[in-house]
């Protein structure tokens, strides 16, 4: 526990660290705000273009509506606020200097890596929980509770108040879940560098390539589709499914759950065998 203390005093001490806060912060008041002052035209504008297929009766705009808005608008921005800060956590040390006097101390480097990676985790936990607070929590107390309008391309889903709180709070899971891999696949690439910039750059260009394969429906790519994380990064929507496809949840969690540990352990296997002359 004495080094988790250590590498999370590292990443708290570094004014980068705070960035994902603070734009999470002002993204979301922005929003809110928005919202605040023109949400009934917005909510009007929605109930009109649905009046020709439904009739929606005894539903107003309300927080929950919000938090799952803000949660699309911003989910896709967090991958670079975590590669912010996994993508410095050993490159940083091998560009300071620090990581030779780090090896020397009487631990072993794939714990070294372990309690760093764990830092890196509860950071993305708080950053989740930030988000969940400002995001949802604030959107109820702001706008007050209600039952959420789901609109799909296809299809229309209503969920009711009693029913909301379970679904953002497995979506802000998955959430979690998927930006671990962003931080993972960050943090292998940092232990490969010897820099900071690289590993975020590398990262966030990886990102764009899967997201780009994920749009295009070309044979070719259908088959790579199934096995690249930006495909199930995405699941935490189908909470707000009626019924919730829990099969396909379980399946694309397992998958996310593959690609942290394969990460992991492949910078684990490379920093044990990486010759640190500085």
Known sequence: MKYLRIELLKIFSKPRSYIGFAAITVIVVVIQLALYADGKTYWDFLVHSLDESFIIENLSFNGNMVGFIVL??????????????????????????????????????????IYKFLAIEIYTVLLVIWLGLIAWVLSLFVFGTGDLVVLKSDSLVIIRNSDASWRFISAFFIAFLSLSVVSALSFFLSVLSENSISPIIITMSIIILFTIIGTFDIPVFDTVKPFLFTTHSIIWRNFFDRPVPFDEILRSAIVLFVHIFGLLLAAIIYFNKKDIKQ
């Open 72 to 113: 699309q608008t911003l989910i896709i921005q967090m991958p670079l606020l975590v590669a912010l800060v996994a993508g410095d956590s050993v490159s940083g040390e091998s560009q300071s200097g620090t990581i030779r006097s780090l090896i020397t101390k009487p631990v072993s480097r794939t714990k070294i890596l």
